[in-house]
């Protein structure tokens, strides 16, 4: 690890973590504080012990006031050496007076003769033992004391300080090295403690003191372990405390591993894990591989595996050993914000120690995906490297990335290499992404929203103006389909990829349509209906992404532009619109089968609707907002393919017609859309547990109608 001092982000400041182990000295929980019981509650109530059937101990009665109890004389011992029991005998007073601090009522009274009565104690407490007969209770008594009549068993009494009054004592006894038979040495550190009580806390010490040659040794040398790591270690087996810190963690944890202390060793991953940074991640990684800690391996892991930029331009990335590097950058799950880093990391790690590290340069470029990085990068810097032109295993890497780049998108979905395969972090956040629409005419910026921040961010714009498509995912990608582009209808298609921020070109469609439904089932796309220009369309086809090829497939039974589309159960169910003929907006929906290619109808929606957002939750069907003629609408309503109904669900708090719906997380999101007057920049959402809609605080940067929407992971800042 890096001992050199680095900024720690807000919230890690090195701290000191005190750990507490509650099962290490038993359970800490008292019999008197469980009242489900009801006798034995009502027995506690009255402090009463039951001993067996005749005996009772009232340990906390006024002994002054009870003219049946017989006092003993107290006696002093004159030959107290050293203190140290009289320190242990304080210690237990100390507990007795804490109960006897408790009030408590009058004995119970069996006879007028109490019998035998037993004194115990230095005039500080006492301890009464009373043997009664049950035969003096009278009727009442006896109906509401619980009998043992051999029937049943009266249920244990635990004392729950038991064992932390124990240990307290065994610690009292370590301090004066009372009975200890055992010393262990670390370095210059010796530790006096008892074989018994380290054996029954670390598997360590049970075998040594049961099989091995130092169970007859009464000093034990310790040679791997540090002194100060020696001294916590024990002070935590006695006392069930430990305190890890920056200062203390690099020895605690070999230790604890050695002594097989398990909850001293998650202590100190778990302060680790609160430590991590960019300058340390890996130093703290190389500490938990050679001390096994899986768990914290896999941290450190994800933790650089997030955003490499920082990490590599740290001091520890260079130290690095060849393996490690091939590691880190042949991950799948590498999130970087471009693979130029990546490249760019490898040839500052080589040139770190160009003399011994300059034969490793081609194992290492087979782990950077050359094809992914900007054209203009790999002609003026990578193919100018020196380090490159003179292997020829990485010539032919370059080769690769370079003819990759003469392909079309078409093409490039067939050339599949490892170097082509764009990475997939795992646990990257998802985000809403808005694209393209009217705001007021066609636009091509598109923007993000983070959940996680719940801020607004642009990313890549598209190639051109789109407002009125349809938008689907397929494997990540995003797929922009049809629109109207501020003067014509179209039948383009654009592709955008999160993983390079970038914007491709994709197979047209067979027609040109704005204002249509676009959805995905079984990783093809459907594109329905819309507007030509001249018509409502009635028509409706596929595209598959690997053969890339558009087809139609069987038309609708109604002319339906502005049409909205969702999936329930693999059918895909188109959702009111406009025919065009009737000059009036349609309340029917209407239901497509993949498998037999026939579109059926199903029961109409309870409003017409045109221009409405379909969003799918729960395995129902819900068509937010749109417009009857000039009415707009904020009412919503859901349909059950179970029950073939509609029902009305809670009014928006706006009236929209035109927005981009969609469901996240079992939440409805309704974003943009306009109100008849103007293009909203306002997001609402709908949660169907409470049936209540929520403005957000942040708002899209302008206002947006015929938007499209998709859940993507979060695009990376792209530099070239």
């Not at 019998?115 to 301890?127: E, F």
Request: charged share 25%; proline share 5%.
């Amino acid at each position: 690890m890096d001992d050199g001092q680095h900024d720690v982000p807000p919230g890690n400041e090195a701290q000191n973590v005190r750990m507490n182990n509650p099962e290490h000295l038993g359970n800490n929980v008292g019999a008197d504080e469980d009242m489900g019981d009801a006798p034995a509650a009502a027995a506690r109530a009255n402090d009463v012990m039951v001993i067996d059937d005749h005996n009772f101990i009232g340990a906390n009665d006024d002994i002054d006031d009870d003219p049946d109890i017989v006092e003993e004389n107290d006696t002093e011992d004159d030959d107290d050496d050293d203190g140290l029991a009289d320190q242990i005998e304080q210690h237990i007073l100390f507990h007795d007076l804490v109960d006897a601090d408790r009030p408590h009522p009058a004995p119970l009274a069996r006879d007028n003769n109490p019998g035998p009565v037993l004194s115990l104690g230095n005039g500080q407490g006492r301890l009464l033992l009373r043997h009664a007969s049950q035969n003096s209770l009278d009727e009442s008594s006896q109906r509401n004391l619980p009998r043992n009549d051999g029937s049943h068993s009266n249920p244990p009494f635990t004392n729950g300080q038991h064992f932390q009054r124990a240990f307290d004592v065994f610690n009292v006894m370590r301090s004066g090295k009372t009975l200890c038979d055992v010393v262990l040495i670390a370095g210059d550190v010796e530790v006096s403690a008892h074989k018994t009580v380290l054996a029954a806390c670390s598997p360590y010490f049970m075998a040594m003191f049961t099989s091995f040659e130092e169970s007859r040794k009464e000093r034990i040398v310790l040679q791997e372990i540090d002194g100060a790591a020696l001294e916590l270690v024990i002070d935590y087996i006695y006392s069930a405390d430990i305190s890890v810190t920056e200062d203390n963690v690099q020895v605690l944890l070999p230790a604890a591993n050695i002594l097989q202390l398990t909850f001293v060793r998650d202590s100190c991953c778990e302060f680790l894990m609160s430590q991590l940074h960019p300058t340390n991640c890996l130093g703290i990684r190389a500490f938990a591989d050679l001390h096994g800690c899986l768990e914290l391996c896999e941290r450190c892991n994800d933790y650089y595996q997030e955003d490499i930029r920082e990490v590599v331009d740290c001091e520890e990335f260079l130290s690095l050993s060849h393996d490690q590097v091939v590691r880190l950058i042949s991950s799948d799950r590498l999130q970087t914000p471009a693979e130029e880093k990546v490249f760019e990391c490898v040839m500052a790690w080589v040139q770190h120690d160009v003399a011994t590290r300059h034969q490793h340069v081609a194992e290492l470029m087979a782990f950077v995906r050359l094809p992914l990085l900007q054209q203009d990068y790999l002609v003026q810097r990578v193919e100018r490297e020196p380090l490159l032109n003179s292997n020829i295993k990485c010539k032919d890497y370059l080769i690769e990335a370079l003819k990759y780049h003469l392909l079309s998108s078409e093409q490039r979905l067939q050339f599949k290499t490892p170097r082509t395969k764009p990475r997939q972090p795992v646990g990257v956040p998802k985000v809403l992404l808005v694209v393209g629409g009217q705001s007021p005419k066609a636009v091509r910026s598109v923007e993000c929203y983070d959940f996680k921040t719940e801020k607004w961010s642009p990313v890549a714009e598209m190639p051109t103006r789109r407002c009125r498509c349809g938008l689907a995912v397929v494997e990540g990608r995003v797929y922009a389909v049809g629109g109207f582009n501020g003067s014509l209808r179209v039948r383009t298609v654009d592709v955008y990829d999160p993983a390079s921020n970038t914007w491709s070109g994709c197979a047209n469609m067979e027609a040109r349509r704005s204002t249509l439904g676009v959805a995905t089932i079984s990783g093809k796309i459907y594109a329905v209906g819309g507007f030509d220009g001249s018509t409502g369309l009635n028509s409706a086809e596929v595209y598959d992404p690997k053969k890339s090829e558009w087809r139609m497939i069987a038309p609708m039974t109604t002319r339906r532009s502005s049409v909205g589309v969702g999936v329930l159960q693999g059918k895909l169910y188109a959702v009111g619109g406009y025919d065009g003929a009737s000059r009036q907006c349609l309340s029917g929906v209407e239901r497509y089968c993949p498998e037999t290619d026939v579109w059926t109808p199903v029961a109409q929606m309870i409003a017409r609707r045109s221009g409405a957002g379909i969003g799918v939750i729960d395995n129902e069907l819900y068509a937010v907002g749109g417009h009857d003629g000039p009415l707009v609408r904020n009412s919503v309503e859901v349909f059950n393919p179970d029950t073939n109904k509609w029902r009305l669900v809670a009014d928006m708090n706006l009236c929209r017609r035109n927005a981009g719906v969609i469901a996240v997380d079992g939440l409805l999101y309704v974003v943009g859309g306009d109100d008849g007057t103007c293009n909203l920049t306002s997001v609402e959402v709908y949660d169907p547990s409470s049936d209540t809609w929520t403005l957000l605080a942040a708002s899209l940067s302008i206002g947006r109608s015929y938007a499209g929407l998709a859940v993507v992971e979060k695009p990376v800042a792209h530099s070239s």
